[in-house]
Structures are given as structure tokens and as C-alpha cells.
């Protein structure tokens, strides 16, 4: 485990579609070079979340705007967060610009933290952080994916077939890739991590050698990291 103490600040951006394996990657760069991590996925959980409870439609935009002004991060449990109805909403509120830039303020003052941080999403290397000492743009096939979810939501009682999993994921690709506001796209400068064939232990390796390569001023080529 190797720590960011004494070495000059370092900020990961994780960014890629559903289920790509983003989180769990980000947990583990987050822990081996000892930096904080945020999930901003949870903030647009947290928005969907707080619209639906007072009892407003998903759509109404002003609605998320006047939550987003002033909701208390502290007042959502995780496990009320990480169903699949709350991820389908919140890419709904994730497409609404008073959404999207009322959520920049906390996520680039966590980021700015002293040492640095490690924040996992769909825009960070593009808007949030698009200085990033080093951006990885995690993907995996929508089936791989889909198999990922399902595993997970039925591993937590969730009842879910992979087929509607699977449309889920397609839904929520094309509507958090064709927004015009921070559309889930690929940074000029990040290098896509392919974990379709990968284990997690694979994965987390390869992760870790494109930040090590990015923090020694090695390029490394944009798709050469998956599956070799
Ligand atoms: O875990 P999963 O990848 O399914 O979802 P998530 O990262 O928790 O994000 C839920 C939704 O929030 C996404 O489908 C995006 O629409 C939105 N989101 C976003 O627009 N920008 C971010 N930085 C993070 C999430």
C-alpha cells in the first residue's frame, strides 16, 4: 500500500457508464495511495431521492432545483440509495442543469482537498475536474455490466431479471451519454480501462499502473489498458 504523504497532490477522476466497475476501482485507488473518496453518483441518488419523498414527479424540474439548494447529505442512508428505481431517477435529475450545477461547489471542494482525492462519476475529468492529475474512463460491455448489476441487486434481495437489468443499463447509457448538459463522454486526456475480461484484482492492477504511469509522466496510449 503505498500512501500519497509527501508527494504533491494527487486528484484521480473515475469516470464511465453503469455498472462499469467505476466504484470498486475507485474504492481501491482511493485506499492504496490514501486519498478520500467521493461516490458523486450518490449526490444525484440523493437528489431523485428527496424529489420522490416529497412526493413530486421525477420530472419536475423545479422541484429538484429548489432540493438541490439545500439538501443535507447526512439526512440519506446508504441503503436507501442504491436501488435500482433510485438510479434510473437519478439519471433523470442528472440531466437537469440546475441539478448538475448546483452539485459543482461540494464535489470540486472535496476534490480540493489538501492531499488531493479520488471522485468517481460520469463528468469529472470533463467538467468537475478537468485538471485531474490522472483520469481513467472505466467500460465494459452492456452485457458484462448488466451481469454485474444483477448480481448485485439480487445478492441484496433486490428482486431483478438481466434482462430488465440490461435495458436498464441501455436506458441510462443513452440518456446520460445524449444530454447536452455533461454527457458521459470519454476526456481527450483519460485513458479508457476496457474490464469486460478482467478480474476485480486485474482490474484494480491496471488501474493503478495507468495512475502510477500518468504520475511519472508516462503516456499512456487512450484504450491500451483492457483486456491485454
Ligand atoms: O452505480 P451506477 O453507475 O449505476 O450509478 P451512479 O454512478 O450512482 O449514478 C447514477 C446516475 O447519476 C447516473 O446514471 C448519471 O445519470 C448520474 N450521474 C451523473 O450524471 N454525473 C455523475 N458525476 C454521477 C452520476
Redesign the pocket.
Known sequence: MSSNDGRKRLVIAVDG???SG??TLARRLAAHYGLPYL????L??MVARAVLDAGHDIQDADAAAAIVASFDEAAFPDDSLRGREI?EA??VV?AMPAVRSGLIARQRRFAGQPGGAVLD????GTVICPEAGAKLFVTATPEVRAARRHRELTGRGEPATFEGILADIRR?DA??SGRSD?PLKLAEDAVLLDTSALTIEEAAGAAIGIVDARRAGVESPPGSAGGS
Open positions: 457508464p453503469a455498472a467505476k466504484g461516490d458523486t453518483g450518490l444525484y441518488r438510479g437519478a439519471s442528472a462519476g460520469r463528468d469529472i441510462r440518456r446520460d455533461a
